[in-house]
C-alpha cells in the first residue's frame, strides 16, 4: 500500500459517447498540494465529481483516503472537505448556523462543534462575522467562510474547485495564506484553477490535463524547464509583427506571433535585446519563463468554451 | 453509466436535511403559517358562511363543516405542492444547497427523501392550524378527528412527490404554473371540496374516482363528524401507491439531472 491519499488509475468517463475524462491517472501524496491544471472543458470538476462518488466512471479505479470510490464513496467523504467552485453557503442561516448546519451533515455531535467552530471562524478572519446573516458577506468572507466549512469535519483531504475564480486579490492573498497555513499543518489539498499564479505559489506539484488526457505532470519548476525555454521576450507594438518575423524568427529557439504581441522563447536572449534596442515602434518586457508559458504551450492558445 | 434506476437508497442520514428545512421554517414560522392557511380559511368562512346561509346541510353536514374538511384537504395539497417546487427548487437550483450536501456522506437519496419528508410535514402543520379553527368554531364530533393528522401526512407525501417531480423536470419557477392549471385547480373542483362528487355526471364521477384529493376527503369527512370511513384501506391505499410510485420517479428525474 502507497501512502497516496488519492488515487486515481485509469480513469475514463464519457458523456453521450465522447470521452470527457480519457485515461487519466495520478496519485496525491500525503501532505502536498496537487495542482489539477486544464482549460475549460478539460475535465477537472467531471474527475473531481468522479473523486467524490457523485458520478460512476466508465473505468479506471478511484481510491480516496484508503477507500475504494465509488463502493465506499460515502465513507470517504466523511474524511474529506470540498470547496464548490460555485458559492452555496446557506443564505437562510448566520457564518456560524452554517458551520453548525454542515457539521450536522457529517454526524458530529454538538459539543464537538462548540468546539470546532470558534476555532474555524477565527482561521477565516471572520469572529466578528459569526451571527452575520450570510447575505450580508462580501465574496471574499463567503470563499473563506465556505473554505472554513470544508474543514468542519478535520478532514485528511481538502478538495478545492478554482478557490478564488471572482475574487479580488486581496481577497485571493488571504485565501492563499489560509492554505498555506493547512499546508503547514500537514494538511492534503487537491486544487483545480486555470489561474497559474495561483498554481505556481500553492501547488508542489502539478498535473496539466487536456481534452481529459494528462499532459504533463512534475514539479511547477521541474515542468516549466522540461518544456519551455528558460527566458522569454515579449515584443509589443505597431511594429512587433514585423520586427518577429524578420528577427525574432531567426534569433529566438521558438516564436508565437498572435496579434501586435511577439513571444520569444529562447535560452539565450542577449542577440533578441540587442536587435529590440534600436527598434522604433516596439516595447518589451524580459522576463523567465513560467508556468503560463508553459500551460499555453502544453494547451495552445486557442479559445475553449 | 450510472443507474439512475436504481431502488432507492435508504440511510438515517436524511434526518439533517429535515432539520435544516425546520430551522429555516422556525425563523419565519408565523408568517408561514398564515401563507399556507389564509387561502383555505377564507373559503370556508366566506363560502361556508356565505353559500351555507341558503344550504344548511350537505351531506348530513353543516355546509361549513363539509367545506371545512374539503379545505383541510386542499390545504394539505397545495401546502406540499408549493414546498415541492418553490422551496425546493430554491434549495436545489437557486441556492445550490443540495450540491453543497451530496459532498458531505449524505447522498442525493438522503437529500430528496429529507426533502419529500420535509412536505409532507408542512402539510401536517397547515392542517393542525386549519383543524383547530374548526374546532374552534364548534364543528369536531369526536376524538376520531385526530386522524386528519396523519391523513394530512400522506396527503403531504402523494403532492410532494408530485412538486418533485415538477421540481426535477423545471426549468424555471414559470414551468410550476403548468401543475396548477393542469393539476391542482382541476383536483380542487372535481373531488368533492365544495360539493359532493355524487352531484357531477357519471363520466366526472369517473374521473374524480382517479383522483387521490377525493380519497383524502373520503377519509377526512367522516373523521370530522365521527365516523369511521368507509372503504378506509382502498382510500389509503390509493393515496399511498400514488406518493409511492411519484415518489420514485421524482427520484429517477433528479439523479437524471443532478448526478452527472
Not at chain 1, 238 to 250: I, K, L, N, S, Y
Request: aromatic residues 10%.
Amino acid at each position: 500500500m502507497s501512502d497516496a491519499v488519492l488515487k486515481v488509475d485509469g480513469l475514463v468517463k464519457r458523456y453521450g459517447g465522447t470521452p470527457v475524462v480519457d485515461g487519466l491517472s495520478f496519485a496525491i501524496e500525503r501532505g502536498e498540494c496537487f495542482g489539477l491544471l486544464g482549460p475549460n472543458g478539460a475535465g477537472k470538476t467531471t474527475t473531481l465529481r468522479c473523486c467524490l462518488g457523485l458520478i460512476d466512471p466508465d473505468g479506471g479505479t478511484i481510491e480516496m483516503v484508503g477507500l475504494p470510490v465509488p463502493l465506499a464513496a460515502r465513507q470517504a467523504r466523511i474524511r474529506v472537505g470540498v470547496v464548490p467552485q460555485m458559492d452555496n453557503l446557506d443564505p437562510d442561516f448566520t457564518a456560524r448556523e452554517n458551520l453548525i448546519i454542515y457539521g450536522r451533515y457529517f454526524g458530529i455531535a454538538k459539543a464537538e462543534l462548540d468546539r470546532r467552530i470558534p476555532k474555524l471562524l477565527d482561521f477565516a478572519g471572520l469572529q466578528s462575522k459569526e451571527h452575520a446573516s450570510i447575505r450580508t458577506l462580501s465574496g471574499g468572507m463567503k470563499r473563506r467562510l465556505t473554505l472554513a466549512r470544508a474543514l468542519i469535519n478535520d478532514p485528511e483531504l481538502l478538495i478545492l474547485d478554482e478557490p478564488t475564480t471572482g475574487l479580488d486579490p486581496q481577497a485571493r492573498h488571504l485565501i492563499w495564506d489560509g492554505l498555506r497555513q493547512l499546508l503547514n499543518q500537514g494538511k492534503t489539498i487537491l486544487l483545480t484553477t486555470h489561474f497559474m499564479d495561483e498554481a505556481e505559489r500553492l501547488a508542489t506539484r502539478l498535473a496539466v490535463i487536456d481534452h481529459g488526457k494528462l499532459i504533463a505532470s512534475d514539479e511547477p519548476r521541474a515542468l516549466i524547464a522540461q518544456h519551455v525555454e528558460p527566458e522569454v521576450v515579449e515584443v509589443y507594438g505597431d511594429e512587433a509583427r514585423a520586427w518577429g518575423e524578420t528577427h525574432g524568427r531567426g534569433l529566438a529557439d521558438r516564436i508565437e506571433i498572435t496579434g501586435e504581441t511577439a513571444f520569444c522563447y529562447a535560452r539565450d536572449p542577449q542577440p533578441l535585446l540587442k536587435t529590440l534596442l534600436g527598434q522604433s515602434g516596439v516595447r518589451y518586457l524580459h522576463r523567465p519563463a513560467n508556468l503560463e508559458d508553459l500551460f499555453i504551450k502544453l494547451t495552445g492558445r486557442e479559445l475553449r468554451d | 453509466m450510472t443507474n439512475i434506476y436504481r431502488m432507492p437508497e435508504f440511510s438515517l442520514r436524511w434526518t439533517p436535511v429535515w432539520r435544516r428545512n425546520l430551522l429555516v421554517w422556525r425563523k419565519l414560522a408565523i408568517a408561514s403559517v398564515l401563507g399556507n392557511i389564509a387561502d383555505p380559511l377564507l373559503y370556508m368562512l366566506a363560502i361556508g358562511y356565505g353559500i351555507g346561509s341558503f344550504i344548511p346541510e350537505m351531506n348530513g353536514m353543516k355546509y361549513i363543516a363539509f367545506i371545512g374538511t374539503g379545505m383541510v384537504c386542499q390545504s394539505a395539497m397545495f401546502t406540499a405542492s408549493f414546498e415541492g417546487m418553490y422551496s425546493a427548487f430554491s434549495r436545489m437550483f437557486m441556492q445550490r444547497t443540495w450540491d453543497a450536501i451530496i459532498n458531505t456522506p449524505i447522498s442525493l437519496d438522503d437529500v430528496l427523501f429529507a426533502e419529500w419528508i420535509w412536505t409532507a410535514t408542512k402539510s401536517v402543520i397547515s392542517v393542525t392550524a386549519i383543524l383547530l379553527v374548526i374546532l374552534a368554531l364548534g364543528y369536531g364530533h369526536s376524538g376520531l378527528a385526530i386522524w386528519i393528522l396523519p391523513l394530512g401526512f400522506l396527503v403531504g407525501l402523494c403532492f410532494g412527490a408530485f412538486a418533485l417531480i415538477m421540481n426535477a423536470l423545471a426549468p424555471g419557477y414559470d414551468f410550476f404554473t403548468y401543475f396548477f392549471t393542469l393539476m391542482l385547480t382541476p383536483m380542487l373542483l372535481l373531488s368533492g371540496v365544495f360539493f359532493p362528487v355524487e352531484q357531477m355526471p357519471a363520466a366526472l364521477q369517473a374521473v374524480a374516482s382517479a383522483l387521490p384529493l377525493k380519497h383524502a376527503i373520503d377519509i377526512a369527512r367522516p373523521l370530522l363528524m365521527g365516523r369511521i370511513p368507509d372503504a378506509l384501506f382502498l382510500h389509503i391505499a390509493v393515496l399511498a401507491a400514488y406518493a409511492v410510485v411519484a415518489y420514485y420517479v421524482a427520484l429517477v428525474l433528479t439523479r437524471r439531472r443532478l448526478l452527472k
